[in-house]
T-cell receptor, first 115, second 109 residues
Framework: ETGVTQTPRHLVMGMTNKKSLKCEQH?????MYWYKQSAKKPLELMFV???????ENNSVPSRFSPECPNSSHLFLHLHTLQPEDSALYLC??????????????FGEGSWLTVV | GQNIDQPTEMTATEGAIVQINCTYQ??????LFWYQQHAGEAPTFLSY????GLEEKGRFSSFLSRSKGYSYLLLKELQMKDSASYLC??????????FGAGTRLFVKA
């Protein structure tokens, strides 16, 4: 139990489907993140929310749409994805994203396969 | 550009010591992290260095040299359960923490 819960753990979707990934953190943190992890590649930061405001958007295609309704919940809405979007999507949270020693705590990830 | 380099794979023997190196080039530096990730699981925090020197935490130690853009993670008394990927990450500034591709460590009996 990491304190960051992601659902679903596995998702298979067609290129025309619309689906969403959900993340919930139980750590009382102020910031939440979406990372993409592809095989043998570094973790790629997609989005950062601090106090429910998006503060980082790393040139992510518009077919990925984040939503942060409150500081405990984060969604990633998926629409018309491509097979190359298949990856592990990791949600994370941290106490204070502006501090130097800000430690990021990860959820167990959602394995996404686009067919 | 921003870049973090670490070896792709390493193999070591149970009970031995292994050192995983990480070099980085980033536009800013606000600390370096090491994470452990077992297959199919979340990365978990191991250590944080912001000043030069060695930080020791049980069997794991992490070293940082900011002038050289270099860090290493030292694992002592290796156990089979230490087989995992080890991720080096640098907080480069703002809200960005940049990760390396990870080093897969295989511990053999």
């Amino acid at each position: 139990e990491t304190g960051v819960t992601q659902t679903p753990r596995h998702l298979v979707m067609g290129m025309t489907n619309k689906k969403s990934l959900k993340c919930e953190q139980h750590l009382g943190h102020n910031a939440m993140y979406w990372y993409k992890q592809s095989a043998k590649k570094p973790l790629e930061l997609m989005f950062v929310y601090s106090l429910e405001e998006r503060v980082e958007n790393n040139s992510v295609p518009s077919r990925f749409s984040p939503e942060c309704p409150n500081s405990s919940h984060l969604f990633l809405h998926l629409h018309t994805l491509q097979p190359e979007d298949s990856a592990l999507y990791l949600c994370a949270s941290s106490q204070d994203p502006a501090s130097a020693g800000n430690t990021i705590y990860f959820g167990e990830g959602s394995w996404l396969t686009v067919v | 550009g921003q870049n973090i380099d670490q070896p792709t794979e390493m193999t070591a023997t149970e009970g031995a010591i292994v050192q995983i190196n990480c070099t980085y080039q980033t536009s800013g530096f606000n600390g370096l992290f090491w994470y452990q990730q077992h297959a199919g699981e979340a990365p978990t925090f191991l250590s944080y260095n912001v000043l030069d020197g060695l930080e020791e935490k049980g069997r794991f130690s992490s070293f940082l040299s900011r002038s050289k853009g270099y860090s290493y993670l030292l694992l002592k008394e290796l156990q089979m359960k230490d087989s995992a990927s080890y991720l080096c990450a640098v907080r480069s500034g703002g809200f960005k923490t940049i990760f390396g591709a990870g080093t897969r460590l295989f511990v053999k009996a």
